[in-house]
């Protein structure tokens, strides 16, 4: 359990020190080509989710940690002998923590992540502990939850 832990903390400070990075070296609102048509680091306040939904909603947002953390601490129960479970359950903890810190503290999230090839919304390094939790959780349910060893 010790190794899923650390990989929580690990990834929440990662998202932390990306953020505190980004609001620190790029201008609020500004981009700088990381990897050119395909990649940029921009620097944006947000207040909602992905596309501003809910945009100024705190409240919801708290709401919806406090479940997901719930959520969590229930599945984990059942996490036994189960290590892409596990890491997807570490992720989507970091991830809602991650984002939770910043709206505790700030009232919104730091987005930096955009992508130039295609319209995505602005993400950070907890959306993309989020996503890939979800899917390590997904893929563990759909090819291998109820199998024998």
Request: aromatic share 14%.
């Amino acid at each position: 359990m010790i190794i899923y832990l650390i990989i929580t903390a690990v990834m929440i400070a990662a998202d932390q020190l990306v953020k505190f990075w980004v609001a620190s070296n790029i201008a609020l609102n500004t981009s700088h080509e990381l990897i050119p048509g395909i990649l940029s680091l921009t620097n944006i306040r947000n207040t909602g989710a992905a596309w501003s939904m809910f945009e100024g909603q705190q409240w919801f947002f708290y709401i919806v940690t406090v479940i997901a953390l719930a959520v969590v601490a229930f599945m984990w129960r059942d996490s036994k002998n189960k290590p892409i479970y596990r890491l997807g359950l570490a992720l989507i903890l970091a991830g809602a923590l991650g984002n939770f810190i910043d709206r505790v503290h700030q009232q919104y999230v730091t987005d930096m992540f955009q992508t130039d090839f295609i319209n995505f919304p602005i993400f950070n390094v907890a959306d993309m502990c989020l996503t890939v939790g979800v899917i390590c959780v997904a893929i563990y349910i759909i090819f291998f939850d109820g199998r024998q060893d």
